[in-house]
């Protein structure tokens, strides 16, 4: 059995809900306290065991490329300035042996067009896909959860999380079949994106997903939907007709940092432990 060891990071997004901050940065680079969003992402990643991360990205996003790339004139200064506490924050020892590669995406449409611009470097292997606005606290992580998940039942594996009715217009929301014991995991039935009424249930998918390379094979010719954008959802709705489909309800703290609320409520719940460090 293959172990998973790509993980797909789609970056391209405007951020336009924090404007004028992510005028000139990405939002992916803005700072829990002292650690930008997108280094949570890929440190919840690499502890799972990913090796290779591949970023989806495009010509605004330089600086995520710039961050996890080695700043030797900074790390000199800091060097001979006695600060090597410092150097080990900005060239982690668990960021050594990663790989990380870049894809731009020329225009924006869609997660879904955004993961199929990773085929060529996933070729044939199921891999995992991280949604940096959504910030989930736990240990194990959330991906990690589902890697064994997908490890213990071999097929796609999709986070999911309850939401209340009046927010499932901002998810892809999925039915399940009941399990016949108790358990984290189900079966799909159907998934369909941000319906704005008549969700199959309260189940919505978060951003975090392990997935069979087969999803190319949806992904291609699929044409554009809610928000005129290509849509991951409707690929995986394709391909629940071929294959069994797994939701997961993960464990852990999830804070929506695509939106400002959430993303104060991070800072704020991360706050203690950071300025305790
Ligand atoms: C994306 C997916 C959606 C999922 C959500 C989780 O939407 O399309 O199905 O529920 O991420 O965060 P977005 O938030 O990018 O609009």
Redesign the pocket.
Same mark, same amino acid.
């Given at each position: 059995m293959k172990k998973i060891t790509k993980a797909v990071f789609p970056v391209a997004?405007l951020g336009t809900r924090f404007l004028p901050a992510t005028k000139a940065i990405p939002k992916e680079m803005l700072p829990i306290i002292d650690k930008p969003l997108i280094e949570y992402a890929v440190e919840e990643a690499v502890n799972a065991g990913i090796t290779e991360i591949i970023f989806i990205t495009s010509h605004t996003k330089r600086a995520i490329e710039d961050h996890f790339d080695q700043n030797f004139e900074l790390e000199e200064k800091l060097i001979n300035s006695g600060k090597k506490d410092f150097v080990d924050k900005i060239n982690r020892d668990i960021f050594q042996n990663i790989k990380f590669t870049y894809v731009r995406q020329k225009s924006q449409n869609g997660?879904g067009d955004a993961i199929l611009h990773s085929e060529h470097l996933i070729q044939d292997e199921s891999f995992a896909i991280i949604?940096a606005? +959504?910030l989930i606290i736990n240990n194990p992580s959330c991906i990690s959860q589902l890697i064994s998940a997908y490890d213990e039942n071999q097929c796609s594996i999709i986070g999911l999380n309850e939401v209340p009715e009046h927010e499932t217009d901002?998810?892809?929301m999925v039915s399940v079949e009941e399990p016949s014991s108790p358990s984290n995991s189900f079966l799909l039935k159907d998934i369909i994106?941000?319906p704005k009424s008549n969700a199959p249930s309260n189940l919505?998918?978060?951003?975090r997903y392990v997935l069979s390379s087969k999803i190319f094979k949806y992904l291609k010719n699929l044409k554009p939907s809610i928000g005129d954008e290509v849509?991951?959802?409707d690929a995986i709705k394709l391909m629940l007709y071929d294959e069994n489909v797994m939701g997961y309800m993960y464990e852990g703290k999830k804070f +929506?940092c695509?939106s400002r609320h959430g993303y104060v409520n991070a800072i704020q719940y991360l706050a203690k432990e950071i300025l305790n460090d």
């Open positions: 997004g997660l949604l606005d +959504d901002k998810y892809g994106e941000k919505a998918v978060v951003g849509q991951l959802t +929506d695509g």
